[in-house]
């Protein structure tokens, strides 16, 4: 159980162009997910939380109208980077949280990297 | 506000031996501590934690942590590496559980020799 997958697992894109990745919980329902950006050979960066239903709520730092994130269902997140660049290449990862778990643990998705030539 | 610190960014320890990760935190409330193990291009495995009962804290695939509120460490052990061992170790700290905001470390790579 508790499973979360990212699709896609690779991309590669123009800059210029808009990318989606979706962040799906499989086997439970996710109130609140979460999106990291991993930089290589550095440590994960939060950059919004997620809750199902109402807008996101980004750390500082992050563009909000760059990096849109829709929560529309309990099982399943966006991120969109829009007009992206050379500079927001990186591994995304999501992760999610079941509010009905006691355990109340995130679990991380796979992670999507993101090249942007 | 909280953060950790993981002294050394890469460890290097003999298949067998004693692997030791160090991290150390601050916070300004008891903090819930964790330990996340990445393998290459993937997310995170969540290793063990820390939610202020036991102090010594034992985790999957033979980890084990001790929370020293004295030394504001946390430091990750392991009796004996195995090779399967190697990976990115995250040490992480969140103010009130696994399941809101948590604060990530750099980051220490384990690396195995034969």
């Known amino acids: 159980g508790a499973v979360v997958s990212q699709h896609p697992s690779r991309v590669i894109c123009k800059s210029g162009t808009s990318v989606k990745i979706e962040c799906r919980s499989l086997?439970?329902?996710?109130?609140?997910m979460f999106w990291y950006r991993q930089f290589p050979k550095q440590s994960l960066m939060l950059m919004a939380t997620?809750?199902?239903?109402?807008?996101?709520?980004?750390e500082q730092g992050v563009e909000k109208d760059k990096f849109l994130i829709n929560h529309a269902s309990l099982t399943l997140s966006t991120l969109t980077v829009t007009s992206a660049h050379p500079e927001d290449s990186s591994f995304y990862i999501c992760?999610?949280?079941?509010?009905?778990?006691?355990?109340?643990?995130?679990?991380f998705g796979p992670g999507t990297r993101l090249t942007v030539l | 506000a909280q953060s950790v610190t993981q002294l050394g960014s890469h460890v290097s320890v003999s298949e067998g031996a004693l692997v030791l990760l160090r991290c150390n935190y601050s916070s300004s409330v008891p903090p819930y501590l964790f330990w996340y193990v990445q393998y290459p291009n993937q997310g995170l495995q969540l290793l063990l934690k820390y939610t202020s009962a036991a102090t010594l804290v034992k985790g999957i695939n033979g980890f084990e942590a001790e929370f020293k509120k004295s030394e504001t460490s946390f430091h990750l052990t392991k009796p004996s590496a195995h090779m399967s061992d190697a990976a990115e170790y995250f040490c992480?700290?969140?103010?009130?559980?696994?399941?809101?905001?948590?604060?990530f470390g750099s980051g220490t790579r384990l690396s195995i020799r034969p």
């Open positions: 086997d439970f329902q996710a109130t609140t």
């Open positions: 997620s809750n199902e239903g109402s807008k996101a709520t980004y």
């Open positions: 992760s999610a949280r079941n509010l009905a778990d006691p355990i109340d643990e995130q679990f």
């Open positions: 992480a700290v969140s103010r009130y559980s696994s399941a809101s905001k948590i604060i």
